[in-house]
């Protein structure tokens, strides 16, 4: 069955700040008429008391929104108007749908429209993100969907001198970011306004990406010279517990090993340590850029083959039979070990995980590796891998 795909929070921000400015000048259409009932005002006093219910925008990706409009509050001075859409990401396990993206649209004194954010939008406190330290963490995108949707509205209306500020909120933002990376990152206080196309695409590997991409910039930009990584939670409370590093500081490749060093290497970095389970490292020696399973397992296979190149003849013929049978790596270490050729296989295994990752950089970055297995016991590392751990401090 096609998975459902849904609408980001900024297209939500971007219909709400439409039907809100849509609304807001019916009001002030209908003010003026009963101040000036000689002119023609078209229906404004009827549009005055009437809620819009639906509005329709254009993603970026060229697929329309049209979204449901919720809680439409008027302030009684005229000039300001709040409403909400209800966040839906259709069937991505997003922990933003069922949240109102509310948004209200003030008339100013000058021209020119300001977007900020209000409660339970985020405030960015580190840099390398999308925005500066101290902005609302709303993206360029949904910015440009806000403002161009705004700018049409007046345009149509003839009203295109009118001055606009324009608050985006999240009831309830401030919870749903301990769900997210936001903690991470420096984002403080609330959600994220985002999207770059407009559109939640079930378990988008792109989004993934974009997440370890937006990691490693921060990174960067906190002035760090070696780049901390690891597969998943396994790699980020070894790193903890074990070695006494602080965990926020180590980015989460998840799978995209290859996208996270290629990432590392444009955004300048020329050092990395790369600390994970030998389950999930044993592929990367044997040359797999995505360690999901469904591009291939073969970790018996490669750590047989590593195992080939230090046993021969029936020696070899009874540790491949025996690591045929294995479903976990872990079991495969004790035979390897009670087989005698451990200090020499795993070394092996660290060094074409680091071989590999290096290669794929083309040479500009300098990759350490520390692989542990069986309760977070330190299995192998490379020459200067607790070196460059030091210097991650």
Known sequence: MELRSGFTT?????????????????????????????????????????????????TPKGIPFYAEIVNVIRDES????????????????????????????????????????????????????????????????????????????????????????????????????????????????????LGTTGIVEPMSEKAIVDTIRTEIRVRKAEGRQVLLAAPGNYGITFLSKKCGIDKDIAVMTSNFVYD???????????????????GKLVKVAGGIKNTHSRYGDHRMEILTDITGMFSEGKEFDELKEKLSECVMTDEAVRIITEAGVSCKVFPKMASLIKEN????????LKVEVIVFSNEYTELVSTVKAHEYLERTT
């Open 357 to 364: 990752m290096e290669k794929w950089a083309e040479g500009t």
């Open 260 to 278: 996270s060093v290629m990432i590392a290497k444009e955004e300048g970095f020329s050092e990395m340590v790369f600390a994970g389970h030998i």
């Open 10 to 58: 900024g297209s939500c921000a971007a219909a709400a700040a439409k039907a809100a400015l849509m609304m807001l000048l019916d009001s002030v259409k209908a003010s003026k008429a009963d101040a000036e009932p000689d002119l023609d005002w078209e229906t404004a006093a009827d549009k005055r008391v009437k809620d819009i219910e639906y509005v329709n925008i254009m």
């Open 78 to 193: 005229g000039k300001k108007v709040t409403c909400s859409v209800i966040k839906d990401g259709g069937d991505d396990p997003d922990v933003t749908t069922g949240a109102y993206i509310e948004v209200s649209v003030r008339i100013k004194d000058t021209p020119g429209i300001v977007i900020d954010g209000g409660k339970g939008v985020g405030r960015v406190t580190k840099p390398g993100l999308d925005r500066a330290i101290g902005e609302a963490a709303i993206n360029s995108v949904p910015r440009k969907m806000i403002e161009e949707n705004l700018n049409e509205v007046l345009k149509e209306r003839n009203a295109e001198n009118t001055g606009l500020e324009v608050i985006v909120s999240v009831p309830g933002g401030e919870k749903i970011a301990e769900k997210t990376f936001n903690p991470k990152l420096g984002i403080v206080g609330g959600i994220s306004i």
